[in-house]
């Protein structure tokens, strides 16, 4: 998939992600971490998270200080649990396995059918499982 908009996309739903807690640490160089929908590649200082279902993904550091928020007695930048600002996002259930590349040379997640597709920012993706997805998200349309 290139230049997705899935705020045009009528079969696209506005979601909002749940405030769940995660387990954070950060990365000290460059790597590449194995998600369920194939690896990722971080940079130093980026924010690797581990999910309720023990799932893992990086998130760049940018980001994840925007959307996450230390759970007390974490202070800001140090591993920990943090909880995830609510926010709007776009999210379509793929009725066929699919490809999205990440922004950043990060890497390509591979979904299956039934998995949703997440839109964060213009150009910003994630590949979520239905099952977290029910988890994670409500639906709000």
């Known amino acids: 998939m290139t230049s997705i908009d899935l705020s045009s996309d009528r079969a696209a739903r506005r979601a909002r992600k749940r405030g769940v807690v995660v387990q954070v640490e950060f990365a000290a160089t460059r790597g ?49 649990p943090y909880r995830k600002r609510p ?29 949703w597709l997440v839109q964060y920012a213009p150009s910003d993706f994630s590949v979520v499982s239905a099952h977290v997805f029910a988890q994670t998200y409500e639906l709000l349309d």
């Open 32 to 80: 590449s971490l194995t998600t369920q929908e194939g690896p990722v590649n971080y940079s130093p200082d980026d924010a690797l998270l581990t999910g309720t279902e023990g799932e893992r993904w990086p998130v760049p550091r940018d980001a994840f200080d925007a959307g996450y928020a230390p759970v007390a007695p974490t202070r800001p930048g140090r591993p920990g």
């Open 87 to 115: 926010s709007v996002v776009w999210a379509k259930a793929m009725t066929d396995a699919f490809d999205v590349t990440l922004d950043r040379d990060r890497g390509t997640l591979r979904g299956q059918a039934g998995d």
